[in-house]
C-alpha cells in the first residue's frame, strides 16, 4: 500500500451492500461493452443507478450520454461537475476474466467501465452528503473517436459549472496513487489522411506504372522528419502513420495508396508546425515520386494543461481521502489523448491519473487485449471525485466574483 488509509475503510464508506452492486455494474460493463455513439445498453443502465439516488434532475443528453445534477446545500455556491466516459474500443479481450466482453471484438479495453462505475460511487457519497453547490455528474459516450465532449458541452447542461474532475485508471501507478498535478497532462490528437495517386500497371513492367507504393514508403520515412528535423527537441511531439491502405495483388501496381495518421503535441504552436510540416512533406513527396496528392488534416482534441487552482482542489481531496502519501507525480509526459480538455476550453479542471495496478501486477498499456483494472480503483476514485467536488464547491468562487 501507499496510502494512509486501507481500501477496506474506502468501502466502508459505500456499506458492504452498496459495494457488492458496485463491483456487480462494473462487471455487468464489462461483460456488454459498446462502440462510440453505441452505448444504448450502458446509458440505459447507468441512467437507471442514477434516478434511483434522487437526484435534482436527470437527462439523456448528446444520443447515448447521461447529465444528473444534485443538489447542494446552499443557493447560488459554486457548481462542480465530474466526468466518467463509458465508451469501449474494437480489440478482442484476451485478459481471461470471468466477466470478458461477450461481445465479439469489442472490449473496455482502456477502463472506461470502471470509470463509468467510479462515477457512479461518487454520486451515491454525493447524494448521501451533498456539499455546498450542487454538482453535475456526466457519464459521457464517444470519448475513444474524441467526440463525446463537445456533444455534452452543446447540450447547455454545464453552462453554470465552474469546475470540472476527471480521471483515468492507469496501471503505471499502484492501487491507492494518483497524479494530480499543475501543467500538460496529455497531448493534442489530430488526425491525417493522404492519398497519393499515380498510374496502375502490371507488377512486371514497373516502367509503365507510376508507382504510389514505392512513394507511400518514402513518404512513411519523410515524415518522421517533421519531429527529428522540424521541431525544437525540448518540444513534445509524435507523428505517427498507424494504417497504409493500397493494393490488391502481388502483381499489380495499384493506382492509389491511402495513409493515415495521427499527430500529437502539447504546446499550440508545435500542434501548428506539425500540422503544416505534415503538408508540406506530403506535397513534395508527391512531387518527387510524380504522384498526385490529397491531404485531410483533422481537427482533434486539444492537449490538457491542468490550470493551478482545480489542482490545489484535487490534491485536498486526494489528501483527505488517502492520505498525502498518495500523491504522485507523472512518470513521464503522456502523449495520450484525452477529449476531457475539450471540457477544459470552457471550464477549469484537473484531470488525474488514478494507480490500477495490483500489487505484484505488471504495467499492462491500455488499448491492449490483456488490458484490465482492479475493483479497487472504483472506491477510490469514487471517493476522490466526490471530495474533489466538495473542496472546490464548500472552497471555490462563485460565479461573477473575484
Not at 23 to 52: G, K, M, N, S, V
Not at 98 to 108: K, P
Not at 144 to 161: C, K, M, N, P
Not at 177 to 201: H, Y
Amino acid at each position: 500500500m501507499t496510502n494512509n488509509k486501507s481500501h477496506t475503510a474506502l468501502q466502508g464508506l459505500f456499506g458492504k451492500e452498496r459495494v457488492s452492486q458496485l463491483i456487480a455494474l462494473r462487471r455487468d460493463l464489462h461483460q456488454d461493452p459498446e462502440l462510440a455513439w453505441q452505448e444504448h445498453r450502458t446509458a440505459d443502465r447507468l441512467y437507471e443507478e442514477l434516478a434511483a439516488l434522487h437526484p435534482g434532475d436527470l437527462q439523456r443528453v448528446a444520443g447515448t450520454g447521461v447529465v444528473a445534477r444534485f443538489r447542494g446545500r446552499e443557493a447560488g455556491r459554486p457548481v462542480t461537475a465530474i466526468r466518467g466516459d463509458i465508451d469501449a474500443l474494437p480489440i478482442q479481450e484476451a485478459t481471461g476474466l470471468a466477466f470478458s466482453s461477450r461481445n465479439d471484438s469489442v472490449m473496455h479495453a482502456c477502463g472506461h467501465d470502471v470509470h463509468a462505475t467510479w462515477t457512479i460511487a461518487a454520486a451515491h457519497l454525493l447524494a448521501q452528503h451533498p456539499p455546498s453547490g450542487d454538482v453535475v455528474v456526466i457519464l459521457q459516450p464517444a470519448e475513444e473517436i474524441g467526440a463525446g465532449a463537445r456533444a455534452v458541452l452543446d447540450s447547455g447542461l454545464l453552462e453554470d459549472v465552474t469546475c470540472i474532475f476527471g480521471g483515468h485508471v492507469d496501471r503505471r501507478y499502484r492501487v491507492g496513487e494518483v497524479v494530480a498535478q499543475e501543467g500538460p497532462l496529455a497531448a493534442s490528437s489530430d488526425s491525417f489522411e493522404i492519398e497519393l495517386t499515380g498510374t496502375g500497371a502490371h507488377g512486371a513492367r514497373p516502367h509503365e506504372a507510376i508507382d504510389p507504393i514505392v512513394g507511400a514508403a518514402g513518404l512513411v520515412t519523410a515524415l518522421q522528419t517533421a519531429v527529428s528535423r522540424s521541431l525544437n527537441p525540448a518540444d513534445p511531439g509524435v507523428v505517427t502513420v498507424g494504417a497504409i491502405h493500397g493494393g490488391s495483388a502481388p502483381n499489380i501496381i495499384p493506382e492509389k495508396v491511402q495513409l493515415c495518421g495521427t499527430i500529437r503535441a502539447i504546446a499550440p504552436q508545435t500542434r501548428s508546425l506539425l500540422k503544416d510540416e505534415v503538408q508540406r512533406i506530403a506535397q513534395a513527396q508527391a512531387a518527387a515520386f510524380q504522384l498526385g496528392v490529397s491531404v485531410k488534416l483533422g481537427a482533434g482534441t486539444p492537449p490538457i494543461v491542468n490550470p493551478k487552482e482545480p489542482v490545489r482542489y484535487a490534491r485536498q481531496a486526494v489528501s483527505s481521502v488517502l492520505g498525502e502519501a498518495a500523491l504522485t507525480s507523472l512518470e513521464s509526459l503522456n502523449m495520450g489523448g484525452e477529449d476531457f480538455a475539450c471540457y477544459m476550453e470552457h471550464i477549469p479542471g484537473c484531470f488525474m491519473r488514478i494507480g490500477a495496478r495490483e500489487e505484484g501486477g505488471d504495467v499492462i498499456p491500455a488499448h491492449s487485449p490483456r488490458f484490465y483494472a482492479p475493483e479497487e480503483s472504483i472506491f477510490i476514485a469514487g471517493a476522490v471525485l466526490a471530495e474533489c467536488a466538495r473542496q472546490a464547491s464548500n472552497c471555490g468562487h462563485q460565479p461573477g466574483t473575484t
